[in-house]
């Protein structure tokens, strides 16, 4: 019976591995492929991949790729996905940037259940290794300072110079190491290295620093150390400590992959494999956390979740749907070759979330005036129109008109071109959900700017359609000046005005100054009242607005997260004819 229970129980596992696979053979790539070309040779069982971010900056679009991918391919592949911090330097990192950095991920939408794991739990066990590596001979420790190792290193053309401490013995390192350990040594006084080969064509072979000194307190393991691991000791084998089995990283580190193979193989000990994929670069955006600190530090920018930033946090605030970055990464797949990406083609992805999701409203940037002077005056009425055509579920809400409205400034022009249809002297319109109204005056300030308008309505073309069927070209938004809120509206632009900032120049040589404007002149239909931080918004024919953090009862701000208009298929159109 325990035979037959065996067997069925391998059948089982057979055939829903089987189920997996078929599943997933809809995705295709290299790194999906290389998985699925294991599971065939059965060499592993489930597939357990990791996300291990360092927590000393906050998280970017960059980093969502990588996000995305470890946890997608650990549940398409019926697998598992932890969470690591590689907390391995504590000069540069902060509780604060560890919750951020979980926030940012459950935002996206993944969840590592139990599995936080950190490199500092391992520094025992590091330790140790380090010790048997030093057992071995394969580790030593040197007196050299950075300088020195860097210029004992030598270059990709010349072949380094062995350090005059690579000789030590075995009990000498030992105790120099326990010493370290002890803290007996000032910084930088001493570091473990391993011993490898310093004329190897990969300069990361040349016996690299496995430990420095550092009298620093770690966020989370305190002053119980003051010798700490490198990031390329921590890396590998805290992989191997947690029996990943696909250690998926960007193509950064593929000459790295020489060194980390090396040190599980001397550790003897469960070995992943590296795939390395092509990071994501956009147009306009710059996501080395060196120049995001600094635009952060020197006040180009409010923090790192200014909504200008690349930071998931900055999206965030900006309004983008965190689906929508999903469907971006997604789209864009994997690649082994770098590239930059359209910022257009994210801002896509954007909009049509968006699109299904946000509810429409009314609100005017730039007002006009407008007097309907065949209107009852002190009268108002509640207007049907419709949350989101794109969504019937979502229902109608009521706006109210009145004898005085509010029209953007850009859709009337006194003496109009040929092919401008919206309003003018003389010539009727549509307001959205209400009447057709016609201009029959305009009214001007002694400098000769228009103020007002003054028109007419008719009453029979309730709800904006007329009895005889005469047409109209033009349909506008508006909004009822004596109900309006008044709001700040965040305009942003790229941060920077280059597509590739930095590439051939000081990449704050290309900061846009039109990055952020802010128009306090907004006026709003009075449903917004009640807008809380956090919600979305459609401006009908404007674009799609974020409620800011920073809305309270007095004061509604909100930051424009797209237009309305979408760029990608010009952007696509154009590339296409190209390459014909």
């Not at 001397?266 to 306009?284: G, K, S, V, W, Y």
């Not at 999206?315 to 359209?342: D, H």
């Not at 930095?502 to 900061?511: K, V, Y």
């Amino acid at each position: 019976m325990v035979k037959n229970m065996i067997q069925f129980a391998t059948k089982y596992i057979l055939i829903c591995r089987k189920q997996l696979m078929d599943q997933s053979l809809e995705k295709t790539d290299f790194i999906r492929d290389t998985i699925k070309k294991d599971y065939r040779e059965g060499k592993f069982k489930k597939l357990h991949t990791r996300f291990p971010p360092e927590p000393n900056g906050y998280l970017h679009i960059g980093h969502a790729k990588a996000i995305c991918l470890n946890f997608e391919l650990a549940a398409e592949f019926g697998g598992q996905c932890n969470l690591r911090f590689d907390d391995t330097n504590p000069s540069k990192e902060e509780s604060a940037y560890v919750n951020s950095i979980k926030k940012d991920i459950h935002w996206l939408g993944f969840s590592w259940g139990n599995r936080e794991y950190y490199a500092s739990d391992y520094f025992q066990k590091l330790y140790d290794f380090a010790l048997d590596l030093i057992h071995k001979s394969k580790a030593y420790v040197c007196d050299l300072d950075a300088d020195q190792i860097r210029q004992y290193r030598g270059t990709l053309t010349q072949p380094g110079q062995d350090s005059p401490y690579r000789k030590r013995s075995v009990e000498e390192n030992l105790q120099l190491f326990e010493n370290m350990r002890q803290g007996k040594y000032p910084d930088g006084a001493k570091v473990l290295r391993a011993k490898i080969d310093m004329a190897s064509p990969n300069l990361n072979m040349r016996d690299p620093v496995m430990y420095r000194i550092m009298h620093q307190s770690h966020h989370r393991t305190g002053k119980q150390w003051c010798i700490y691991p490198t990031y390329d000791w921590a890396h590998g084998q805290s992989d191997s400590i947690e029996k990943i089995t696909h250690s998926i990283c960007t193509l950064e580190f593929e000459d790295h992959r020489p060194l980390y193979d090396w040190f599980l193989d001397q550790l003897d000990i469960h070995h992943p494999r590296q795939i390395e994929f092509a990071r994501l670069n956009l147009t306009h955006m710059v996501t080395s956390k060196r120049m995001l600190k600094t635009l952060v530090e020197q006040n180009y920018v409010h923090g790192w979740d200014d909504p200008r930033m690349p930071t998931l946090s900055g999206m965030r605030r900006r309004g983008y749907p965190p689906q929508a970055i999903r469907n971006f990464c997604q789209a864009i797949g994997v690649a082994k070759s770098e590239s930059t990406i359209e910022i257009e083609y994210l801002e896509h992805f954007v909009r049509q979330e968006l699109n299904r999701k946000a509810s429409r409203v009314m609100g005017v940037l730039d007002p006009l005036k407008v007097v309907i002077e065949n209107y009852p005056q002190g009268e108002s009425e509640q207007l049907d129109a419709v949350n989101n055509p794109e969504d019937p579920s979502a229902g109608k809400r009521k706006v109210p008109f009145s004898r005085v409205l509010y029209i953007e400034r850009g859709d009337f022009m006194e003496d109009p071109p040929k092919k401008f249809y919206r309003l003018a002297p003389g010539r009727e319109v549509r307001l959205r959900y209400a009447y057709f109204i016609k201009c029959i005056g305009v009214e001007k300030d002694s400098r000769g700017n228009i103020t007002s308008l003054r028109c007419t309505y008719d009453p029979a073309t309730k709800g904006g359609d007329a009895p005889d069927r005469r047409k109209v070209k033009a349909t506008l938004h508006w909004v009822s000046a004596p109900h309006a809120v008044n709001a700040d509206i965040r305009i942003y632009d790229t941060l920077f005005s280059r597509q590739g900032p930095g590439q051939d120049e000081d990449f704050m040589d290309s900061l846009n100054p039109q990055s952020l404007t802010v128009n306090n002149r907004c006026q709003l239909e009075p449903s917004l009242a009640a807008a809380k931080p956090g919600q979305i918004f459609q401006f009908e024919r404007v674009g799609y607005f974020y409620v800011d953090d920073d809305s309270s009862d007095q004061r509604l701000v909100l930051n424009r997260t797209a237009t309305l208009k979408d760029q990608w298929a010009r952007i696509k159109k154009r590339k296409n004819s190209t390459k014909s």
